[in-house]
């Protein structure tokens, strides 16, 4: 079964609304998560780490004050988009490493797709 | 700086025969591992196959195996007796070394398989 549950799955709404979507690790505590934006065809682009306690990590061109990250606890990341607008139209999907070893592959949420009107 | 690439856009292939998917990535790091994940059309990303920078034999999950050269910096998933259902997005993705946990995906191959 899953273990990342990620929510909502679709969300679809208005111009200037902020949209926010949550990340959950069910059975395992993840200090660290990572959000990632798809669109169509093609691959995932890594927006920004999550970390238990402290401020996310962004990669260079994602702006943070427009995709606000919180990772309150140690199964909980969210992902708000403020004021969206129809350009922030995309797949976001969420993923969480089970264990510190880095040969173990990450768990992924089911994704959530986001329309803006 | 790490670095992923697939060059095929797309690939078919007949049911039952055998496909090989490239991967090339561009690391300094000695310590590394890399990823084969398959996205379908629904959009769940689902893990196919590890491989340790340091393993000395290439992984093999099932149909799923990797061709590793290291020399030549390629992972190159090949599939097996392909099935309808193997039709999907693949993705090559590296994770470590100066990257820590962060993962880093290729561009992506889409797989047609013909019946």
Known sequence: GA????????????????V???????????????????FPKQSLMLMATSNEGSKATYEQGVEKDKFLINHASLTLSTL??????????????????????????????????LSIL | AQKITQTQPGMFV????????????????????????????SGEMIFLIYQGSYDQQNATEGRYSLNFQKARKSANLVI??????????????????????????GAGTRLFVKA
């Open chain 1, 20 to 38: 926010k979507i949550e990340c959950r690790s069910l059975d395992f505590q993840a200090t660290t998560m990572f959000w990632y934006r798809q």
């Open chain 1, 80 to 113: 708000t988009v403020t004021s969206a607008h129809p350009e922030d139209s995309s797949f976001y999907i969420c993923s969480a490493p089970r264990s510190g070893y880095s040969n173990q592959p990450q768990h992924f949420g089911d994704g959530t797709r």
């Open chain 2, 14 to 41: 007949q049911e039952k025969e055998a496909v090989t998917l490239d991967c090339t990535y561009d690391t300094s790091d000695p310590s590394y591992g890399l990823f084969w994940y398959k996205q379908p059309s």
């Open chain 2, 80 to 105: 097996s007796a392909s099935q309808l259902g193997d039709s999907a997005m693949y993705f090559c993705a590296m994770r470590g070394g100066t990257g820590g946990f962060k993962t880093i995906f």
């Open chain 1, 3 to 18: 273990v990342v549950s990620q929510h909502p799955s679709w969300v679809i709404c208005k111009s200037g609304t902020s």
